[in-house]
């Protein structure tokens, strides 16, 4: 299972990133069901596709989630107390919500978080000093 954050989606949705975009789009292409869209994360991609001009791109997204294409799922009761637990723990990094749930529902659910976040990903640890597994590192991810 994949547990996505708001950049790659946002890339895969944005043919002006190029090389990015296609990355992107492949990827969550290949994986279909076994991405998992958290709520938090589906607001924040309409808020910035719409606020950027992209009204078409965020209603394709969303017309994609209804047909089932992928899983918009909200998090349990367990795994948003453990976000907050991580904005506590990391206000000082400037760690958001929708980082933090994708984070705590990767970890719960045994899945990778997809993020082009390495900054805030990488410094979070979880369970015994663990890091968030990562789907895509950083010396993977094509420049736009």
């Known amino acids: 299972m994949i547990v996505v954050d708001t950049g790659p989606l946002v890339s895969a949705l944005n043919r002006g990133e190029g090389r990015r975009h296609r990355f992107a789009a492949e990827l969550l292409s290949a994986a279909m069901t076994n991405v998992v869209i958290p709520w938090p994360v589906f607001t924040e991609v309409d808020l910035l596709l719409r606020g950027r001009g992209h009204a078409k791109a965020a209603t394709t997204f969303e017309a994609a989630l ?52 390495y900054r805030h990903f990488r410094a979070v640890t979880v369970e015994r000093g663990r890091g968030v597994p990562l789907l895509v590192a950083e010396d993977e991810l094509p420049e736009p």
């Open 66 to 117: 209804v047909e089932g294409v992928h899983r918009l799922e909200p998090p349990t009761s367990a795994e948003l107390g453990q976000a907050v637990a991580l904005l506590e723990r990391y206000q000082d990094l400037g760690l958001d919500l929708p980082d933090a749930v994708t984070i705590s529902m990767a970890v719960a659910r045994g899945g990778w978080a997809w993020t082009w976040d």
